[in-house]
């Protein structure tokens, strides 16, 4: 029988879980569903410039991940990418992916969107891990 883990990594991911009601991430046996992870930095503060924000996504997934006893990116198998200027962020996402996981590639849909839930926030990234046994 399997059960819900609810995980949040401390700092920013917990002051928008309570500030929001919602989870970072739930682990049901050994696959973690990641809720969309922003340009952030770990105080919760996220004005910064395109570049900025795609580095600090990638690293929130990272530290969400392993918060909840995954490895971090290279257990990610599936990722959702949500940007309000595609142009823009596409690119850097594609570098970061290159640069982060050199080896490996996950299934990947990118969405070009309005806007996102906190007004700064330019980029989200979304994914899904497998526990490596």
């Known amino acids: 029988m399997s059960t819900q883990l609810y995980v949040n990594e401390k ?3 917990q002051i928008n879980s309570d500030s929001c009601h919602y989870s970072q991430c739930v682990v049901i046996g050994n696959v973690a569903e990641l809720s969309g992870q922003g340009g952030w930095d770990n105080d919760n503060n ?3 410039d395109i570049e900025t924000q795609v580095k600090h996504a990638f690293e ?15 257990d990610v198998y599936k990722l959702r990418s949500y940007h309000c200027n595609i142009a823009e962020s596409f690119p850097l996402v594609v570098e970061a992916l ?5 080896g490996h590639r996950p ?9 996102l839930a906190f007004p700064p926030m330019q980029l989200e990234l979304e994914v899904t891990a497998i526990k490596q046994k």
């Open 11 to 13: 700092g920013a991911g």
């Open 46 to 48: 996220c004005d910064y």
């Open 98 to 102: 290159r640069k982060r996981i050199p």
């Open 60 to 74: 929130n997934v990272d530290r969400v991940l392993q918060a909840a006893g995954f490895r971090g990116w290279e």
């Open 107 to 115: 299934v990947w849909t990118s969405i070009e969107v309005p806007r």
